[in-house]
């Protein structure tokens, strides 16, 4: 146990991290020894800007490991309240088909005043018509920050508006914001047979690809939580140099899958807790979002007092929610909805739905191929990653310490506490939240982001014959042309 809450913090990275040049102003100073008093661009490194970006971790004492600051988050109330105005994608790919809601944060606006969507969470509401969204476009440099929320979860969760809410609010430097939301969630449809994946990283490559030609003079940034950060981790290493975003974060990231689901099943309360939480909750608000977009028997709203959304089963029967959905799951897949409702934890919903879904023999092959760990090495943006030691889900034997020593473009910041996507403060703020906004305010405020070199690993490569590793070869492979 830490010291009345106390926690220590460590930084992992390589031996010479990215060196980032910083705009006119920001530390520029002539150059030493110049003939003509020119001045040099100023440059620092990137695990200097994480380690200034992140204060002491102060964290409650009466939360003193990780599986108190993890359940605290079930009774936790209070937080800011973030508007959203929401727009469906129609999926440009030609595998992963369907539909995807994605909420953009907007000033404050009167509920009364709105028809509401009982499907939809709080403060949300689609935009009025197309030329509404088209009207977003904007020659603007206004830099924007699009999202990814953990398991199950969706642009209301409250871990997610603690980090967004600074930055909406920033007098200085004021963010535009986008929550990519996964299929079936938040209050969103399931419109085809293909439902979440965690190494599916093509809903956030549509809306980037998007977002970089609707507002081409946007910095635009990334952020995950849990197996968002898995998600956003993968993307960002398969984009490699070309990716659209400057920098990313990620929070609570499991990297690792197989590793994190072994230790989840060591234990009593990862048996028993972590797993069959996660696993019923998966199914069950999946289930719950029928074709038409309506939420039957869950309640997603929360109260005016910031308390989360939580949502509520009613009849506590989970095979009448399945069997809500029962005529598009028939219609679109071939899954066995008896065993499905049969399913009480993650691994086992993992087995009945991902596997068949996507051609994996078993559950274990699902986890190697969608682990993140060996993405860190191809990824060529300003990199953070933020871990809590004690985190009973994205436990600390799934972060992969070596991939941070060998990239320079990646630094990985632990503490010894602060459970999953918790790190609950005295007064009940959210530590995670103040190094998070403060390294994407850096970045986007100080560096030149442009003249940041993409190609340092390149240029510094070993070329050794006959013999290359590929971070981003799958064992899974997307054949469009096979009936």
């Not at 994605?102 to 009025?128: G, K, N, Q």
């Not at 920050?145 to 409250?158: I, P, W």
């Not at 994946?197 to 977002?211: E, H, M, Y």
Request: with cysteine; proline share 6%.
């Amino acid at each position: 146990m830490e010291w009345f809450g106390r926690a220590s913090v460590e930084f992992t990275h390589a031996a010479s991290p990215l060196q980032l040049p910083l705009k006119a102003g920001a530390g520029a100073s002539p150059a030493e020894g110049s003939s003509n008093g020119t001045a040099t661009q100023a440059t620092t490194d990137l695990a200097q800007i994480c380690r200034d970006s992140t204060p002491a971790c102060q964290l409650n004492p009466l939360l003193f490991n990780g599986h108190l600051q993890t359940m605290w988050t079930a009774v936790a109330k209070g937080a800011p309240a973030i508007h959203y105005k929401r727009r469906i994608f129609n999926a440009d790919h030609a595998l992963y088909t369907g539909t995807f809601a994605v909420d953009f944060a907007v000033p404050p606006y009167a509920d009364e005043h709105l028809e509401r969507d009982a499907a939809l969470p709080p403060r949300t509401s689609y935009f009025a018509d197309d030329a509404a969204f088209a009207g977003m476009a904007s020659d603007d440099t206004r830099p924007m920050l699009l999202v990814l929320h953990g398991l199950s979860g969706g642009s209301y969760e409250v871990y997610l508006r603690h980090c967004l809410a600074p930055l909406l609010d920033a007098d200085d430097l004021p963010w535009e914001i986008a929550v990519v939301n996964a299929r079936g969630c938040a209050g969103s449809s399931i419109t085809s047979g293909v439902l979440f994946n965690a190494r599916a990283t093509w809903d956030v490559r549509q809306v980037a690809l998007w977002a970089r030609k609707t507002f081409p003079n946007r910095p635009l940034f990334g952020l995950g939580f849990s197996l968002g950060a898995n998600i956003l981790t993968n993307y960002v290493g398969e984009e490699g140099a070309a990716c659209p975003l400057q920098a990313a974060v990620v929070v609570g990231n499991p990297f690792d899958l197989q590793v994190s689901n072994k230790i989840l099943q060591r234990s009593f309360m990862g048996r028993h807790v972590y797993e069959t939480v996660m696993g019923s909750k998966w199914w069950w608000r999946m289930a719950c979002s029928s074709s038409s977009g309506d939420v039957a028997s869950v309640t997603v709203g929360d109260t005016a007092n910031g308390v989360e959304p939580k949502a509520d089963i009613c009849a506590g029967n989970m095979k009448k929610l399945i069997n809500l959905h029962r005529d598009a799951i028939l219609k679109h897949t071939e899954l066995d909805l008896d065993r499905i409702n049969k399913i009480t934890t993650l691994y086992e919903f993992d087995r009945e739905v991902q596997c068949p879904t996507w051609g994996y023999p078993t559950e274990e092959a699902y986890y190697r191929d969608a682990s993140s760990c060996d993405s860190l090495l191809n990824i060529r943006i300003p990199f953070l990653a933020l871990q809590a030691k004690d985190d009973p889900i994205a436990v600390e034997e799934a972060i992969p310490y070596g991939e941070f020593r060998h990239n320079p473009y990646t630094v990985l910041c632990t503490t010894s506490l602060g459970g999953h996507l918790s790190w609950f403060e005295p007064g009940g703020g959210r530590w995670h939240a103040k190094p998070v906004t403060q390294f994407l305010h850096t970045m986007a405020k100080n560096v030149d982001l442009a003249a940041i070199p993409r190609d340092l690993l390149d240029v510094n490569a070993k070329q050794r014959k006959g013999v290359n590793f590929e971070p981003l070869r799958r064992r899974m492979q997307i054949n469009l042309d096979k009936e």
